[in-house]
C-alpha cells in the first residue's frame, strides 16, 4: 500500500490546555467507539489514513481548524482515551511525537506477542513509512512524529508529521496497510503501483495485512510513491472563510438545527430533547461518523461544531461541549447493553441532513452564522486560550428570531 496522503499545514505555537485536552479525549474516544460499533476496527483505520477525514476530526474536538496542532493533540488525545481499552475496541495506538515515537518499535513488539502477530514485521513497516517521508525526497521536512495505529487483525495505519523551519509548514503523512477499503474512496485518494524488484517474503500468516503492505512499499520506486496522493492543503490565514467551507452543506445542518419542525423531528430520532446549538454539534459529530470520503472536502466546516480554542471560528462553547459528550456517551453505553436505538439515530441524523440539503438546498448565511455564534458564545460558556477564566453572563438569542440560512427549494 503507497502512502494514501498528506496534509501541509501553517505551524501554530502553544499548547492544548487541560479544560480542552480532558474533553478531546472523551470526544475523540467515543467517536471512535461509535465508528467501531457500526464498522468494525478496519474502517477506523481507513478512515484514519485519509488526511481530510482527520481534519475534520481534529475540527470536530474543538481544536484550531487548520494549524499544525490539530495532529500531535489528535493523536494524542485518542491514545490516551483508546490504550486503556484497547483490549474491547481492538486498537492500539503506538508512538508519538519526539520521545514517543522512538518507543514504537518496543510497543508494537510487546502489543504483538499479546496478540500473536509478527511483531518484526510491524517494526519493519514502522521504520519504513518514516524512512520514505523522511528520507526519500529531499522536501525539506524532517519527521518528528510518528504514531502508529494498529488493530488486533493486523491491520494498520501510520500518521507522522515533519517540520520544514524555512517555510514554517509542517506536512502530515498518511499510511494504510490495505490496499482494500471498507467505503468507496475516490480514485484519487490513494494510489496502487505494480511492485518492481526482489520481493521480501515474510510468511507468518498472522501478519498477513502488514506484510502485504511492507512488501509494496519496500518494492515501489519512492517517487512513484510519493507522488500521488491525496493531499490538503490548509491556507496561513488563521480566520475561517466562507470561501474554506460548503455553505450548503452547513446550511443543512443549520436547518435541521434551527427550523422548528426539522429540529423536532430530528430530536425525536435521537431519542432526546435536545436545544439547537447541541443539535448542530450533534449533526456534524454524526457526519464524522457516518459520512462517505467526499463529505469531508471542507474540514473547515466542522470547526463549526465546537469551534477553536483560538476563537477560530468563534470560542469553545463548554456547555454544548458537555452536553453533546454526554448524548453520545449514553447513546453508547445503552448500546452496550444491547439498546441501539440511541446510537442508531446518529446515522438516522446524518441521513436527514443529507436529505435536507439534496431537497431544499439551504444556504448558510456566514455572516449571520458567525454574528449567531459569537451572540450565543457568553451564555454558552465559550472559552478559549486567550481566556483566563470562563466567560461568563449573556443571554442566547432564540432560534425563532434568528436567519442563518437561505432555503433554495429546488425548481
Not at 8 to 26: F, I, N, S, T, Y
Not at 65 to 88: D, F, M, Q, Y
Not at 197 to 208: F, H, K, P, Q
Not at 327 to 334: A, E, G, N, P, W
Request: proline share 5%; with cysteine; charged share 25%.
Amino acid at each position: 500500500m503507497q502512502r494514501s496522503g498528506f496534509a501541509d499545514l501553517p505551524l501554530h505555537g502553544g499548547r492544548v490546555p487541560a479544560w480542552l485536552a480532558e474533553r478531546m479525549q472523551k470526544l475523540g474516544t467515543a467517536i471512535v467507539e461509535s465508528i467501531v460499533h457500526h464498522y468494525g476496527a478496519a474502517e477506523f483505520l481507513s478512515r484514519l489514513s485519509d488526511p481530510f477525514w482527520f481534519q475534520a476530526l481534529g475540527c470536530v474536538m474543538g481544536m484550531d481548524w487548520h494549524s499544525s496542532g490539530i495532529t500531535t493533540s489528535v493523536l494524542g488525545a485518542l491514545k490516551r482515551g483508546l490504550n486503556p481499552r484497547a483490549h474491547e475496541l481492538g486498537i492500539y495506538i503506538c508512538g508519538g511525537r519526539g520521545k514517543q515515537s522512538r518507543k514504537t518499535p518496543d510497543e508494537l513488539i510487546s502489543i504483538a506477542d499479546r496478540l500473536s502477530l509478527d511483531g518484526n514485521a510491524l517494526v519493519r513497516a514502522s521504520r519504513l513509512t518514516a524512512k520514505i517521508d523522511n528520507n526519500a525526497i529531499a522536501d525539506g521536512f524532517q519527521i518528528y512524529l510518528h504514531s502508529f495505529v494498529l488493530s488486533a487483525s493486523g491491520d494498520w495505519a501510520v500518521v507522522q508529521q515533519g517540520l520544514n523551519g524555512r517555510t514554517g509548514l509542517a506536512r502530515r503523512y498518511h499510511w494504510h496497510s490495505s490496499s482494500v477499503r471498507d467505503f468507496v474512496s475516490e480514485p484519487h485518494t490513494a494510489i496502487v503501483g505494480e511492485p518492481e524488484g526482489v520481493i521480501l517474503n515474510l510468511v507468518d500468516r498472522r501478519a498477513r495485512p502488514a506484510q502485504d503492505a511492507l512488501i509494496e512499499i519496500a518494492a515501489g520506486h519512492p517517487e512513484k510513491t510519493l507522488g500521488e496522493a491525496r493531499r490538503l492543503i490548509m491556507p496561513a490565514h488563521h480566520d475561517v472563510r466562507p470561501r474554506n467551507v460548503d455553505l450548503k452543506r452547513l446550511g443543512a445542518v443549520l436547518a435541521v438545527s434551527y427550523e422548528r419542525q426539522l429540529r423536532d423531528f430530528a430530536s425525536l430520532l435521537l431519542v432526546e430533547n435536545l436545544g439547537p446549538r447541541t443539535l448542530q454539534t450533534l449533526a456534524l459529530i454524526a457526519e464524522v461518523v457516518h459520512g462517505a470520503p467526499s463529505r469531508f472536502s471542507d474540514p473547515a466546516r466542522f470547526s463549526f461544531a465546537l469551534g477553536g480554542k483560538d476563537r477560530h471560528p468563534f470560542p469553545v462553547p463548554l456547555k454544548t461541549y458537555d452536553e453533546s459528550l454526554a448524548v453520545l456517551r449514553r447513546s453508547l453505553d445503552s448500546a452496550r447493553l444491547g439498546d441501539t436505538e440511541k446510537i442508531d439515530g446518529f446515522e438516522r441524523l446524518d441521513r436527514l441532513v443529507r436529505t435536507v440539503e439534496q431537497r431544499a438546498e439551504p444556504t448558510a448565511d456566514f455572516a449571520r452564522v458567525m454574528e449567531h455564534e459569537h451572540a450565543i458564545s457568553p451564555a454558552l460558556n465559550g472559552r478559549s486560550v486567550f481566556d483566563d477564566k470562563r466567560s461568563r453572563g449573556g443571554v442566547a438569542p432564540k432560534p425563532a428570531q434568528l436567519s442563518l440560512f437561505v432555503p433554495q427549494q429546488r425548481s
